[in-house]
């Protein structure tokens, strides 16, 4: 059964991200936000608890595709459940129009990744996972982690194919759907940014809980940065250049 079937507001179009506050209109159904989060929730949970067996010569490549498979699967699903009321690309935020607005989007997701950079240090040096004594801290992290760093040449361009997916991808549910849609619900745009952030990192229960304190922070950034940008695209470029950047220094330090 459609989620959105039943649903007065269906036929009413939500207002698109650059309209400002009068985007606070439900973008799907509750019913259809309720089990992307606890999806999200369930699959992190099972990450956490599962270990990572990646066995063969392929092993890596075909964790790199599956990973890409869920980015894209979470994004069809997302558009399900908007369709009635608005499109991906309003979450978005529309379009390029020039190519000034690619490099200005460019440019301003390299700022916004160095800002990232920074805010994660900082975090991560309250947390005590820099000290220069963290043995243990870091034969922990390579054991939650290792599985997922590229290796050969192959792994790591594939690699940047994936953090390219999931710039897009996690940007389109956490900063353009859940953002919108708790905002809509809660009444509160900064209500909205904290709660996405906190299920951003939830959402990572792999990489162990202070590292989900790390991501969760990283996803206030983005949700402001989506707030004030009326757009995902520079939040997509910092996101993927993130994950991209950081698996390519571990394969150099492999």
């Known amino acids: 059964m459609d989620p959105t079937s039943n649903d007065p507001v269906c036929e009413n179009p939500a207002p698109a991200l650059s309209e400002g506050r009068a985007a606070l209109v439900p973008v799907a159904h509750l019913l259809h936000t309720l089990v992307l989060i606890a999806f999200l929730l369930v699959n992190s949970w099972l990450s956490a608890r599962s270990p990572h067996l990646v066995t063969g010569a392929y092993g890596k490549i075909l964790l790199y595709l599956r990973n890409i498979g869920w980015e894209c699967a979470a994004v069809a699903y997302v558009w399900w459940g908007v369709r009635r009321r608005t499109s991906l690309r309003e979450l978005v935020g529309g ?19 160095l800002a990232i950079m920074l805010l994660l240090g900082v975090l991560a040096a309250a947390l005590g996972m820099l000290k220069a ?39 389109v549910v956490f900063r353009g759907y859940l953002q919108r849609q708790l905002a809509a619900l809660t009444g ?14 939830a959402a990572h229960g792999y990489q162990g809980v202070r590292r989900m304190l790390l991501i969760a922070a ?23 250049m993130q994950d991209a950047i950081t698996g390519m220094l571990a394969h150099r330090l492999r």
């Open 95 to 113: 379009r390029w129009r020039s190519a000034q607005e690619v490099i200005g989007d460019a440019a301003l997701g390299a700022v916004v990744w």
């Open 133 to 171: 004594d963290s043995v243990e801290r870091l034969h922990e992290a390579r054991q939650r982690l290792g599985f997922l760093l590229p290796g050969s040449g192959v792994e790591v361009a594939l690699f940047c194919v994936m953090s390219a997916a999931a710039g897009f991808c996690e940007e």
């Open 188 to 201: 509160s745009e900064r209500v909205a940014i904290v709660a996405q952030a906190l299920l951003f990192g």
């Open 218 to 240: 990283e996803g206030v950034l983005l949700g402001v940065l989506a707030l004030w940008r009326k757009s995902l695209r520079p939040g997509m470029v910092a996101h993927a």
